[in-house]
C-alpha cells in the first residue's frame, strides 16, 4: 500500500472532503493519542477525520523525554497494571510496529549502598525484565545485569568514583517522539483518514444535547466550515478543558498540567557508554543518549500559565545541573547546554496534590451524547489509549464496527526495515552517499528512504548537508514540507528536524537556507520567506531570554515576547 503524503495539495482536499460528507468519527487533537486514534479508526473502516489547531505534536508530544518505557517508578508505586500494560507496547512498538523510530537504549542505575539498595534495585529490575518477557513481546531486549564499581565506572567514566558502590544496567527504549507522530499521522491517511493541521475547532455542532460535528477554522487559508460526524472524539491532552468548554458542560474530570524542562549537550561533554538514571528527592532524572548529543530531564513542576509555549526558567536549569552534577567527575555549566525545551505532561486531576505522584493511567468519558474524551495516559500507551477511545465511540454508533487491528499495522516505513537496514553499505554504494548518511535517513524515514533519495537524485543539490546543521540533508527540508505536512520554518527546525535544539545557536543560522527551500514546495513569496526567519529569530531570542528569567511568571512573560507565525 502507497503511504500517503500530507502535502498542501493533500491538506486542502482532506479539508474540503471533510466538509462535504458527514463523517463516522471527528477527532480534534494532532499529538500522539489523537493521532493514534485516527488510525485506530481508519483501521477499523471507519471515515475518519483529524484536524489539529497547530502543527502535528506541537504539544506534549513533540516535548517528551523521548522514553518509549514501562515506568520503573511505577513499579515502586505497585502499579503493576500500567507497567504490564506499557511493557507489553514498548515490545510490540520495537520488533513489529516502529522498528525504524524506536530503538533500544541501555541505562546504568548507580547504587549509593552496599547490600540492601542492590537487593531491592535488582529485584525491581528483574521484575521489570519479566514481565517484560511475560507480556510476548519483550525478547528482543538483553536482560539487566549488576556491575561492580570497577566495572561501571569502565561504562560510564564520567561518574565521581565517590557516586556509587556499584551499578545495575537495564535496557528501555527511545524515540523521536514528533517524528514518530508525524507517521501515525500518514499512516491513517494511507488508510483513509483525512488529516489537516493548523486547522482549528472553534465550536462544536449541536443538535438539542447531542454533539454532531465541530465547526473547524482554516488557521492558513481562512475561512470556517463544519465538519459533521456521529461522533467527535477530544485528544487534545492539556487542552481538554478547554476545548471541553467549548460546549459548555462541565467535564467528568479535569486535567493538570505538569512541566518537565531537558537540556541538550554535546555527547563529548558525558564520557559515557551508557544512559544514566539518577534518583532525586522528587522522582527520576535521566540522562539519555540522543545521536551526538545527550537529553537530561525532567523536571515535574505544576504549570498553569501558557500552555502552547511553557517556558524554562533558569531556576529550572540550574535544577538539573545541580543534580546531574551530583555525579558527574567534570560538571557542566550553562555554557555546555546547546538547547533547552519545555513540555507539559496532561495528568488527571484531583489524585494527589504532587503533579509528580498523579496516576499516568487514562480515562475515557462520554460527557454528552456524540462526544467522547480521552485524557490522560503516558506516551507509551497511546495506542492502548486510542483503543478505548473508538471503543467508547463505536458503542454509540448505528451499525456494527470492527475490533481494534492497530497491534499488526506497522507504521509507514516499518514494513521491511530489517531487510532494508542491512542492505545499507549497498544502497550507501549505490547512491554515492556515506554508509553513516544513509543510517542516519533509515533511523528516521525507514522503508520511505528512498523518497528521500529520489528526490536527491533528480536534484543533486539536495544532496548536500544544510549549512551549519549538517547532521541533516537539504532534501529532508523539502520533504518535510511535500510529504510530512510541514508548513512553517518552526515547524521543520523543531520538530521534522531536531535543528532548534541540537545546535548552539539553536537554528537560527540555517533559518533562511531553510525557509528558501520550504519556499520551493510552500510556493512563498520573497516576503513570507522573511516573515518566517524573523519571526523564528524572535522565537528563540524569547526562549534564551525565558531560560535567563528566575520563576514560572517572568519565563511565561518573556517567552509570550515573540508573537505566533502570520501564515502566507
Known amino acids: 500500500m502507497r503511504t500517503a503524503n500530507l502535502g498542501p495539495a493533500e491538506r486542502a482536499g482532506a479539508l474540503a472532503r471533510m466538509a462535504e460528507h458527514e463523517l463516522d468519527v471527528l477527532v480534534v487533537g494532532g499529538g500522539v493519542v489523537g493521532a493514534g486514534t485516527a488510525l485506530d479508526a481508519a483501521t477499523r473502516g471507519l471515515t475518519t477525520g483529524l484536524v489539529e489547531a497547530r502543527d502535528w505534536a506541537s504539544g506534549t508530544s513533540s516535548r517528551s523525554s523521548k522514553l518509549i518505557h514501562g515506568g520503573l517508578r511505577y513499579l515502586e508505586m505497585l502499579d503493576f497494571a500500567l507497567v504490564r500494560e506499557a511493557l507489553k507496547e514498548r515490545g510490540l512498538l520495537l520488533e513489529r510496529l516502529a522498528p525504524h523510530l524506536v530503538k533500544p537504549v541501555p541505562f546504568l542505575y548507580p547504587l549509593q549502598h552496599r547490600g540492601w539498595e542492590r537487593w531491592y534495585a535488582g529485584s525491581g529490575v528483574a521484575l521489570y525484565d519479566a514481565m517484560s518477557v511475560s507480556s510476548g513481546h519483550g525478547r528482543g531486549l538483553p536482560v539487566h545485569r549488576h556491575l561492580s ?4 565506572l569502565r561504562v560510564a567514566p564520567c561518574l565521581r568514583k565517590d557516586a556509587l558502590a556499584g551499578a545495575l544496567q537495564y535496557y528501555d ?72 468548554a467549548l460546549i459548555a458542560e462541565r467535564g467528568q474530570f479535569h486535567v493538570r498540567a505538569s512541566k518537565g524542562i531537558h537540556l541538550v549537550v554535546p555527547r563529548d561533554r558525558v564520557n559515557s557508554a551508557t544512559g544514566l538514571i ?63 525545551y519545555a513540555g507539559l505532561r496532561p495528568l488527571l486531576a484531583g489524585e494527589s496534590e504532587a503533579t509528580s505522584k498523579l496516576s499516568r493511567e487514562h480515562t475515557v468519558a462520554h460527557p454528552v451524547p456524540g462526544l467522547v474524551v480521552i485524557a490522560g495516559g503516558k506516551y507509551t500507551t497511546y495506542r492502548v489509549m486510542a483503543k478505548d477511545a473508538v471503543d467508547e465511540a463505536a458503542r454509540a454508533l448505528d451499525h456494527r464496527v470492527a475490533e481494534c487491528c492497530t497491534e499488526n499495522v506497522p507504521l509507514a516505513g516499518a514494513e521491511g526495515y530489517p531487510a532494508l537496514w542491512n542492505a545499507r553499505a549497498r544502497l550507501a554504494a549505490r547512491t554515492g552517499l556515506h554508509v553513516a548518511r544513509v543510517e542516519h535517513l533509515l533511523g528516521r524515514y525507514g522503508t520511505l528512504t528512498p523518497e528521500l533519495l529520489e528526490l536527491v537524485a533528480e536534484h543533486p543539490e539536495l544532496g548536500e548537508p544544510l549549512p551549519y546543521a549538517d547532521d541533516y540533508l537539504r532534501a529532508e527540508i523539502v520533504y518535510a514540507c511535500s510529504h510530512e505536512g510541514a508548513r512553517h520554518l518552526d515547524d521543520v527546525l523543531t520538530r521534522r528536524t531536531r535543528i532548534s535544539i541540537e545546535t548552539f545557536d539553536r537554528g537560527t543560522r540555517s533559518a533562511r537556507e531553510c525557509a528558501e527551500l520550504m519556499a520551493t514546495v510552500l510556493g512563498w513569496s520573497d516576503e513570507q520567506i522573511e516573515r518566517e526567519v524573523e519571526h523564528y529569530e524572535k522565537r528563540v531570542e524569547a526562549e534564551r531570554e525565558s531560560q535567563l528569567q528566575p520563576d514560572d511568571q517572568t519565563a511565561d512573560a518573556a517567552r509570550l515576547g515573540a508573537p505566533e507565525v502570520a501564515p502566507g
Do not use: C, M
Open 278 to 340: 539518577l534518583r532525586t528527592e522528587k522522582s527520576v532524572l535521566f540522562v539519555i543518549p540522543w545521536g551526538r548529543h545527550w537529553i537530561i530531564g525532567t523536571t515535574d513542576t505544576q504549570w498553569d500559565l501558557d500552555k502552547a509555549h511553557p517556558a524554562a526558567s533558569s531556576a529550572d536549569i540550574d535544577y538539573l545541573l545541580a543534580h546531574v552534577n551530583e555525579v558527574l567527575s567534570t560538571p557542566l555549566t550553562r555554557d555546555d547546554v546547546e538547547g533547552v
Open 149 to 152: 564499581r570497577r566495572k561501571a
Open 173 to 244: 527504549a527511545q524515540v523521536d517522539d514528533a517524528r514518530f507522530v508525524t507517521a501515525l499521522v500518514r499512516t491513517a491517511a494511507s488508510y483513509g483518514a483525512l488529516a489537516a493541521n493548523r486547522a482549528r475547532v472553534v465550536g462544536f455542532l449541536r443538535e438539542g444535547e447531542r454533539v454532531v460535528g465541530a465547526r473547524v477554522k482554516d488557521v492558513e487559508q481562512g475561512g470556517e466550515f463544519e465538519v459533521r460526524a456521529q461522533q467527535v472524539i477530544n485528544a487534545t491532552g492539556v487542552w481538554t478543558d478547554d476545548t471541553q
